[in-house]
């Protein structure tokens, strides 16, 4: 797999691949990021008001997410896309709280359809090269 595949991605894909590709290497770019704006002095205001929903963070945190949102995106519309879903299903996210728990399950936590569906071949299905006579 190129970057460029792993930056966009097509098609359908496993758990095990979005979680070992994806969740677990943005997490750990984002909490690296985090670590560093911390060393640099960029506290978050823990003060009254302040939510996770309204933190922006450092500038190492901003560019981190900045350029990690299209592979965050891309996964999570191939997982969706492996349970048969269509990317429409992004739209929880706007239910703060319940909508992240619902994609983390759908995307970390269920089986994908076993066989093809109509966004492609399962992922671990053997690619068979047509015969020509």
Do not use: K
């Amino acid at each position: 797999m190129t970057v460029g595949q792993w930056y966009v991605r097509r098609g359908r894909i496993t758990r095990r691949t979005w979680w070992l590709h994806y969740a677990l290497p943005l997490a750990i770019a984002a909490s690296l990021a985090g670590l560093a704006d911390s060393s640099l002095g960029y506290q978050h205001p823990a003060g009254e008001g302040w939510s996770i929903y309204t933190y922006t963070g450092g500038p190492l945190s901003v560019a981190i997410m900045l350029l990690t949102i299209a592979p965050s995106l891309s996964s999570s519309v191939a997982r969706l896309h492996d349970r048969g879903h269509s990317a429409w299903w992004l739209l929880w996210v706007l239910f703060p709280g319940v909508g992240s728990l619902v994609l983390l399950i759908q995307n970390g936590f269920l089986s994908g359809d076993g066989g093809p569906n109509r966004y492609g071949p399962a992922p671990d299905a053997p690619h068979v090269l047509p015969m020509y006579c």
